[in-house]
């Protein structure tokens, strides 16, 4: 799909991993992000397209949540290998991966999650591996599902898929469940966004998130009349970018200080035991 294709800009040795939902959107929804992202900080982004997207909406009757996670490792070993410093900012099931990869690899400074979920507003989801294996249950359950994305959203360029099977429903589960046992192993500076009436996911993802989480460094900011898709709401979305860089840059200042400092006490010990 025009429009959907992964994105990489050249950088800086800090780099920022960005990572999409699975709403039936694709890259296209961060890219402006990815952008103002490397205008303002100059770092490197690499934004992937995740498998399943991008192509045809059938191509997700077969994914899995190992696929999805696969691609968020790769997008991290892809930065090790051009930056000092590894950033990764995640919409909805973006931001569930970045969370989970946070968990496993130290190396990441920090993460900035929009609208991701530890729970969703979708009651019967849960219920999806039951009624699956019930004949008559299972006609209840659409093989289809319209994509949310609103006429507005459409106005604006968005590209995507109409529908997405409801099959992705497993994948969603597993990697909510994956999430849970990873939380307390996320250490990394943590910023935690979620919009105050978001469709998509829990009330209160966010708030459960952060008492779950490891992190001496955690922040949550409950966005007043934002929904799920906050990046692409004009009346959000540019204080979003703001404050999504400013945290990133103030860690990024920070760890750099640290560096210094090191580089000081390591240049007088050298002096000292000449």
């Not at 004949?135 to 994509?147: A, C, D, G, K, T």
Request: charged share 25%.
């Amino acid at each position: 799909m025009k429009g959907a294709e992964p994105l990489f800009i050249k950088g800086t040795r800090t780099g920022c991993l960005l990572l999409h939902g699975a709403g039936g959107g694709t890259a296209w929804d961060l890219k402006e992000f990815a952008n103002a992202l490397h205008m303002k900080t100059g770092m490197t982004v690499w934004l992937p397209t995740l498998k399943g997207f991008g192509t045809k909406p059938e191509d997700l009757y077969t994914i899995t949540f190992a696929d999805w996670i696969a691609d968020a490792r790769k997008g991290v070993k892809r930065l090790q290998q051009e930056c000092d410093h590894i950033f990764v900012v995640g919409h909805s099931i973006g931001g569930l991966l970045a969370l989970i990869i946070a968990s496993e690899h130290k190396e990441i400074d920090a993460i900035v999650t929009w609208a991701a979920p530890i729970g969703l507003q979708n009651r019967l989801l849960p219920l999806l591996p039951i009624l699956s294996r019930i004949p008559i249950l299972r006609r209840v359950i659409p093989e289809r599902v319209p994509s949310p994305a609103s006429e507005e959203l459409k106005e604006q360029g968005w590209v995507g898929y109409d529908w997405i099977p409801s099959s992705i429903g497993f994948a969603v589960l597993d990697g909510l469940k994956q999430l849970k046992k990873s939380l307390s192993k996320v250490t990394c500076p943590t910023f935690l966004i979620q919009g105050s009436i978001d469709e998509e996911v829990s009330n209160d993802s966010a708030s459960k998130i952060y008492e779950r989480i490891g992190a001496n460094v955690k922040n949550v900011w409950l966005v007043e009349g934002a929904g799920h898709p906050i990046m692409n709401e004009r009346e959000h979305k540019e204080e979003l970018f703001a404050r999504t860089i400013a945290f990133l840059e103030n860690i990024q200042a920070d760890t750099d200080t640290k560096a210094a400092d090191f580089s000081r006490l390591q240049s007088m010990s050298e002096r000292s035991g000449q």
